[in-house]
């Protein structure tokens, strides 16, 4: 499955986008969309998405076994970024965690969910038994509902947790989702199902 990139999908208002692997000379068009964010979105991720060298890190990372990079691309302008991390070794290493991010020009056409969908079967093929999301509750509370949905379920909330730029305190909530599938044996989400854009 991992090697069905570069592909090619379509939004829910009909736009066609290319979702391939994040790829030496993304760096600067990334760092572009992520200028597009609105500064209290930045805030709640968890990296320093304006630091080049966290794109630069990102970018070097070519290793699926540690990093799973996607984006979604539209001439030329890379408007998602969708993650899996990995721990290599020992207790973790069947753990991955997902991050999606998403242009705010391009949001709510599905193309958030098609990215999770992409991460998730790429979770099968690399083996893994559990997708791990962390949400802001308030905030992302729309991607619990959805990412429900998708089989994720809300297993712990960490209390006042995040704080946001004027010290307010947020909670933090962990979604999991357990894998059983194997591409022999599909899951439950089938991209181009219910959940087609
Ligand atoms: C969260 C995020 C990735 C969603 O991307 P998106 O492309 O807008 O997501 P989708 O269009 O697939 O929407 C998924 C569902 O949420 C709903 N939704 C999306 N944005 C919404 C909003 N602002 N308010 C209410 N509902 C919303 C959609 O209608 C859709 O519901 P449906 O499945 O019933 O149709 C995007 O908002 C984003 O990048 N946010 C900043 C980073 C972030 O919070 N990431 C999540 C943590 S990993």
Request: glycine content about 8%; overall charge positive.
């Amino acid at each position: 499955m991992l090697k069905s990139y570069p592909k090619e999908i379509i939004l829910k208002d009909g736009t066609g986008v290319t979702v391939r692997f994040l790829r030496e000379g993304d760096e600067e068009t990334l760092l572009e969309m992520y200028r597009r964010f609105p500064e209290e979105e930045r805030w709640f991720l968890e990296n320093d998405v304006q630091d080049p060298s966290i794109i630069k890190r990102w970018v070097e990372t070519a290793d699926v076994k540690r990093l799973v990079s996607l984006v979604a691309v539209l001439e030329n302008r890379i408007i998602a970024h969708a993650t899996i991390i990995r721990k290599y070794y020992g207790a973790r290493a069947h753990i991955g965690k997902i991050r999606i991010s998403v242009d705010p020009a391009f949001r709510e056409r599905h193309l958030g969910t098609w990215m999770l969908l992409d991460l998730h079967n790429a979770a099968i093929s690399l083996g893994l038994k559990i997708l791990e999301m962390r949400l802001v509750r308030g905030r992302q509370s729309h991607v619990v509902g959805s990412s429900k949905r998708l089989g994720f379920r809300e297993e712990a909330t960490l209390r006042e947790y995040l704080m946001d730029r004027a010290g307010n305190a947020h909670d933090l909530v962990i979604m999991v989702k357990r894998l059983r599938g194997t591409w022999e044996e599909p899951a439950e989400i089938i991209p181009g199902g219910e959940w087609e854009a």
